[in-house]
């Protein structure tokens, strides 16, 4: 059996056999960049500050409006899914609708749904 050691090897050969075949034929390889390497310290910080604050919005919305989307029944549920085997694509209403019977169900929870729950 090979080991995992020479298995990843034989892997990395491959590909740069694969990549001096290609370069061969005329291809012309470039190397990928990371486009964050020539950034300091600083402006990555700044930069993983504004990604969250986007991310807390987005999640405040989403959580506002799993809050909001009014309970289903087990019949309703049933019509969901259909809609989705027949379908294959619902409504964000209908996603939040059916995202809310799971959760009710799973967590056992019959209460009031607020923000500070979720």
């Not at 061969?24 to 020539?38: A, H, N, Q, R, S």
């Not at 409504?91 to 799973?106: A, E, F, G, Q, T």
């Amino acid at each position: 059996m090979i080991s995992e050691q020479k298995r990843i090897y034989s892997r990395n050969n491959f590909l740069i056999l694969f990549l001096e075949t290609l370069a061969k034929t005329g291809i012309t390889i470039y190397e990928l960049v990371d486009p964050l390497e020539e950034t300091t310290r600083c402006e990555k910080k700044e930069i993983s500050e504004q990604v969250k604050l986007v991310w807390d919005e987005l999640t405040k919305e989403e959580t506002t409006a799993f809050v909001n989307t009014p309970d289903i029944t087990f019949l309703e549920k049933k019509q969901i899914e259909l809609e989705i085997v027949t379908s294959k694509q619902i409504d964000n209403p209908s996603k939040l609708k059916i995202k809310r019977y799971y959760v009710r169900k799973h967590y056992n929870y019959h209460d009031i749904i607020t923000e500070d729950w979720v």
